[in-house]
């Protein structure tokens, strides 16, 4: 079945610091989104990517989708303490409608 | 409050025990997705109903588990003879299908203790 991995598991950086995560599916992604779950929280949209190639930005927050349709990243660059949470991405394959969501990455930052 | 909500928050059960939670989504979406979620790991996949028809049901999900959407409103996710390995976060979304943005919008979740 469809597996959607994450790197790195867990990321510690100063308050400032640029921080990236990335994700890889197993099989082609018709889009890919990216949710953020804070501490004790559900998770929450963010964004959806659709096009190969395709790069969004929010603020300081830098997603990009991959060529292939099978890798994303998300980036923010000069981290706040209120970005502290766990980021997944998620994605549909083909006309499925199955979201699966990927193994997260946590993100500390620290003053 | 027209976002997902989830009852109970919260349920603590005896190793054997039936649970049942509820869901009621966002009213106007016709998708329903049951997830659950452990400490430290991503929501895993466990049903997804397009209004009232179940259309997917993980492959890992034991037979104990069952939902239902009888009406393509609310839904119903039942645990038979519970397991401690079932306690987790049992979480909902709900999202409009279409050609434009598709996001998932979640509950708060239903956290299951199974002692």
């Known amino acids: 079945g469809q597996q959607v991995m994450q790197i790195p598991q867990y990321q510690h950086v100063q308050e400032g610091e640029d921080f990236t995560t990335y994700c890889n599916s197993s099989?082609?992604?018709?889009?890919i989104q990216w949710y953020k779950q804070r501490p004790g929280g559900h998770p929450v949209f963010l964004i959806q990517?659709?096009?190969?190639?395709e790069v969004k930005k929010q603020k300081r927050l830098t997603f990009q989708f991959g060529e292939a349709k099978k890798n994303s990243s998300l980036h923010i660059t000069a981290t706040q303490t209120t970005d502290v949470g766990t980021y997944f991405c998620?994605?549909?394959?083909?006309?499925?409608?199955?979201?699966?969501f990927g193994t997260g990455t946590r993100l500390q930052v620290t003053l | 409050d027209t976002g997902v909500s989830q009852d109970p928050r919260h349920k603590i059960t005896k190793r054997g025990q039936n649970v049942t939670f509820r869901c009621d989504p966002i009213?106007?979406?016709?998708?329903l997705y049951w997830y659950r979620q452990t400490l430290g790991q991503g929501p895993e996949f466990l049903t997804y109903?397009?209004?009232?028809?179940?259309?997917?049901k993980s492959r890992l999900l034991s037979d104990r588990f069952s939902a239902e959407r009888p009406k393509g409103s609310f839904s119903t996710l039942e645990i038979q003879r519970t397991e401690q390995g079932d306690s987790a976060m049992y979480l909902c979304?709900?999202?409009?299908?279409?050609?434009?943005?598709?996001?998932?919008?979640f509950g708060q979740g239903t956290r299951l203790t199974v002692v």
């Open positions: 998620a994605g549909y394959t083909g006309t499925a409608s199955k979201l699966t």
């Open positions: 009213s106007e979406h016709n998708r």
């Open positions: 990517l659709v096009k190969s190639g």
């Open positions: 099989t082609t992604l018709s889009n």
């Open positions: 109903f397009q209004n009232e028809a179940q259309l997917e």
């Open positions: 979304a709900s999202s409009l299908s279409g050609t434009g943005v598709t996001e998932a919008f």
